[in-house]
């Protein structure tokens, strides 16, 4: 099966720096990915799409200008967290479709650490 | 927007019994429900789905039920084994492709 993958898989940053996490589609291509966090112990709330060649859509709630997500190429999202906070600390999933009706492909994850 | 409900947030087993979870959604225009699986710390496995045009649908100890009149969809579990404990999630989605998921139920199948 399609293969998405996350780099890196966790990082712990000092507080009002930034971070950015790739999402990378290894065997097709994605005009789209999505961007979830997920708390813990929590459910995964999408913040944004990624969409390649034009600019993301973002969730109510989330500020774009705080999460910067680039869509460079077709295998390839990056989201950057800018000025972490350590309310920040997550797990940053992406997924992206498979193209083939409707299932998604989920990245393994990063965890993020704000201290 | 969607808005996914899910019950119940834990549910403990015996070995051997079945697990039932159940959800509800509100917009009429989601077309597909996957169940996905979650261990600590790792991505969502997806483990079965159904689209809006389906009922039900069965693999192995795995099926799912679809009421899209009502807006409910269920996961039914038979024959729980201890490697079933995780975190479960359902899931709708709609427009552009974008999922909802509802809040997870942790289950936990006794020895």
């Known amino acids: 099966g399609a293969v998405v993958s996350q780099h890196p898989s966790w990082v712990i940053c000092k507080s009002g720096t930034s971070v950015k996490i790739e999402c990378r589609s290894l065997d097709f291509q994605a005009t789209t990915m999505f961007w979830y966090r997920q708390f813990p112990k929590q459910s995964l709330m999408l913040m944004a799409t990624?969409?390649?060649?034009?600019?993301?859509?973002?969730e109510q709630g989330v500020e774009k200008d705080k999460f910067l997500i680039n869509h460079a190429s077709l295998t390839l999202s990056t989201l950057t967290v800018t000025s972490a906070h350590p309310e920040d600390s997550s797990f940053y999933i992406c997924s992206a479709p498979s193209g083939r009706a409707y299932e998604q492909y989920f990245g393994p994850g990063t965890r993020l650490t704000v201290t | 927007g969607e808005n996914v409900e899910q019950h119940p947030s834990t549910l403990s087993v015996q070995e051997g019994d079945s697990a039932v979870i159940k959800c509800t959604y509100s917009d009429s225009a989601s077309n597909y429900f996957p169940w996905y699986k979650q261990e600590l710390g790792k991505r969502p496995q997806l483990i079965i789905d159904i689209r809006s045009n389906v009922g039900e649908k069965k693999d192995q100890r795995i099926a799912v039920t679809l009421n899209k009149t009502a807006k409910h969809f269920s996961l039914h579990i038979t024959e729980t084994q201890p490697e079933d404990s995780a975190v479960y999630f359902c899931a709708a989605m709609g427009f552009a492709g974008k999922s909802t998921f509802g809040d997870g139920t942790t289950l936990t199948v006794k020895p």
């Open positions: 990624s969409n390649e060649g034009s600019k993301a859509t973002y």
